[in-house]
């Protein structure tokens, strides 16, 4: 039995149908970048709306592949929605999404969309490659951002949302929300930046309107959502769903915005609409995606595949429960009574669980950009004095040579080539070569010297014994 429309629901068991008729709601949403981590987080806040009779629904874009609607065309758009851990599971069938256009085929119906008096909001997921911003957060001239300039077949999300930002403007300059749903500080700012730079060189006609109707809110989300190949029969469903999303139970959705109309279309209790963003992004960075590539680095040296894996190894969880308690929650400020510690102790327990078998290797990739980010903050405000982190970015230096030795093509790096290079042309000085790129660590030369040194030292400990002993020392001391 296939999950579609008309399945026979009497044969579910302890599977919710949804209620509604996603066919005979409206356009709202379009969102771009339909992969497992919005079908697990913000489609299913549109679910629940849904199942409140909210008339809404969203239309998905894809640029890179078309998989995905191939999949759930063939289900109707249902697909099953599972959310588990230890002593919890909750297994929703969810069908939120109307259809999903393909970018590189559909360009001109997307481009209507967005000029349509319907659509009210636009959202994406994209990682940040998918910005293509520059080093300074600028519009990078890519050859996919020169093609979309000339307006061919579309390659990126600022060439679709632009193009059809200025037939909105030429049709009917209707006021819009565009909603950036990702990991990126200050992303909605960013975006419109990258917008303007782009509607700067094809039609800056448009951008009086552009600056007083399109609105950027800024937003942090949270949840882990793995690439999961569990299928229908691991959790006992009744029914073929060649389109399974697997989850943890947390989930959060903040939202820096005032803008009534944002808020009657995201009506829904479990997103938070607050004053200041800053807080809830820092902490999340800080400390959930902060242990996350610490723990990806550390745990892959040491052998281990899944996130769970290296939780259940006592070396691991201590220290990255003592990175955290040491060096990251005493640098950040309280703010509206959030228990900054719980939700230390929130990540740490999310970490363990064991049905999200998360790959260390997936949350390994672009250490060159996720490490300025997710680390040197905290390095500088501890003033240096940061044993832990220092342990974590020669833990990914050691990847890094790891890699290139042993498996050079399975690197995934936006700086691959240079990284690679560097050590090639000269792996002895690799480390000082590394550290002195700019774009990396953009340190000021007291705290550079003092990294090269202590990265420098840890390595020359590490091999006269093992990074095991090593990080044993530091944890058990």
């Not at 510690?341 to 999200?356: A, E, G, M, Q, T």
């Not at 000021?444 to 202590?454: A, C, V």
């Not at 030292?457 to 044993?472: A, C």
Request: net charge positive; charged share 25%; with cysteine.
């Amino acid at each position: 039995m296939q999950l579609r429309k008309n399945i026979n629901i009497n044969l579910l068991t302890e599977q919710s149908f949804p209620t509604y008729d996603i066919e005979k709601k409206k356009n709202c949403i379009l969102h771009f970048g339909v992969g497992n981590f919005h079908r697990a987080h913000q489609a299913l806040y549109i679910h629940e709306l849904l199942e409140n009779n909210q008339n809404i629904s969203i239309i998905g874009v894809n640029l890179r592949s078309n998989d995905t609607n191939l999949k759930l065309i063939k289900q109707d758009y249902f697909y099953t929605l599972v959310r588990i851990s230890e002593g919890f599971k909750d297994i929703k069938i969810l069908n939120p999404i109307k259809k999903i256009l393909f970018g590189k085929k559909d360009k001109m119906e997307i481009r209507n969309l967005i000029a349509s008096s319907d659509i009210k909001l636009i959202t994406l997921t994209v990682t940040e490659k998918g910005y293509h911003f520059d080093k300074n957060k600028k519009l990078n001239y890519s050859e996919d951002i020169i093609n979309d300039f000339e307006d061919k077949n579309l390659n990126t999300v600022i060439g679709h949302i632009s193009f059809g930002l200025i037939e909105r403007f030429k049709l009917n300059k209707e006021k819009i929300i565009i909603l950036s749903c990702d990991n990126l500080i200050e992303n909605g700012n960013i975006l419109k930046k990258l917008i303007y730079e782009f509607l700067i060189k094809i039609y800056p006609q448009c951008l009086k309107w552009f600056l007083s109707n399109v609105e950027f809110p800024l937003s942090m989300i949270d949840g882990i959502v793995p690439h999961n190949n569990k299928n229908s029969k691991f959790f006992n469903i009744p029914y073929e769903d060649n389109s399974i999303v697997v989850t943890e139970p947390y989930r959060d959705w903040y939202i820096q915005s005032d803008n009534i109309e944002l808020k009657k279309v995201l009506n829904n209790k479990n997103i938070s609409f607050v004053n200041n963003i800053n807080f809830y992004e820092n902490i999340k960075l800080k400390i959930l995606n902060g242990a996350h590539s610490s723990l990806a680095y550390i745990g892959i040296l040491l052998g281990h595949t899944y996130v769970h894996e290296a939780m259940a190894d006592k070396l691991c969880f201590n220290f990255i429960s003592q990175f955290l308690e040491l060096e990251v929650l005493p640098i950040l400020k309280n703010t509206d009574n959030f228990d900054i510690k719980n939700y230390k102790n929130d990540v740490l327990s999310r970490f363990k669980n064991p049905y999200i078998e998360d790959r260390l290797i997936r949350i390994a990739m672009d250490g060159s950009l996720k490490i300025p980010i997710r680390l040197l903050d905290t390095y500088k405000k501890n003033k240096n004095k940061t044993p832990y982190i220092d342990a974590i970015i020669t833990s990914w230096i050691l990847f890094l040579q790891h890699m290139i030795v042993n498996n050079k093509s399975k690197l995934s790096d936006s700086n691959k080539d240079f990284i690679i290079n560097t050590y090639e042309n000269d792996n002895e000085n690799f480390v000082l070569n590394l550290l002195n790129q700019k774009n990396i660590f953009d340190l000021s030369d007291y705290q550079k010297i003092n990294l090269k040194r202590n990265i420098l030292n840890n390595i020359n400990q590490i091999k006269k014994d093992t990074l095991s002993h090593f990080l044993s020392n530091l944890v058990f001391k």
